[in-house]
């Protein structure tokens, strides 16, 4: 079986934006309410951040289940990783899911700063400044077979899309609009030179599910 590069669970506004502006430490989307993006899988019974019973079923909850299957590391750009540009001049800064992130796998981080690799829990974070092609080529021999996720944000989903190396891609499109911030598209149309699409709306109303798999 062929390795896959995937594009999971990404929420973007119905205005094609992936985060708003004015990313900081406090506010990891900007502008943009991550709560209003993410509101449909935190619905879920499967949401991985739920402290009580209960949550939804059905399509939403099987996208939220369906994010680690098969995954053996994960690529994603530096802003996912940390607000801070350019050298790095705090290495203590360890990324904003705490001592246990969700990833479980290696981690890529795309930047034009190396720093050293560090483990937290099951993951660990490696630095490494390269093209799309290089980076998939060492994350998919890390991953010993299983599949890579593009993790994001924007900018790296258009860059590893725009090398034509993405193989499915599932994006969730809230009716939220932002208005400014990081594009992944103008349209949801434009990728369908490359992909075929599936458009489902959420059971719970809430976004609109496009599924995207090469042609």
Known sequence: ?????????????????????????????????????????GATASWPNRSDPGGSRGLDDYFTRDFARN?????????????????????EWRGWWGEEPP??????????HPRPSFTLSDTTFHFIDADPETALATAKEAAQGKDV??????????????????DTLHVAVSPVELGAGVRLWDSPDELLDRF??????????????????RK
Do not use: C
Request: glycine share 12%; hydrophobic share 40%.
């Open 1 to 41: 079986m062929a390795q896959l590069l995937r594009v999971q669970n990404f929420m973007v506004s119905s205005d094609g934006f992936g985060t708003g502006e004015g990313q900081s430490l406090e506010r990891p989307f900007g502008h943009a309410d991550p709560g209003t993006l993410f509101a449909w899988a």
């Open 71 to 91: 995954i053996g590391a994960e690529i994603m750009g530096r802003n996912k990783f940390s607000p801070l540009r350019g050298p790095w001049e705090n290495e």
């Open 196 to 213: 075929h699409r599936d458009v489902v709306p959420s059971p719970g109303g809430t976004v609109t599910h496009h599924l995207y798999w």
């Open 149 to 166: 996720r593009l993790g994001g944000g924007a900018t790296t989903v258009r860059e590893f899309l725009d090398a034509d190396l993405v």
């Open 103 to 112: 990833f479980h796998t290696p981690v890529f981080v795309l930047t034009h």
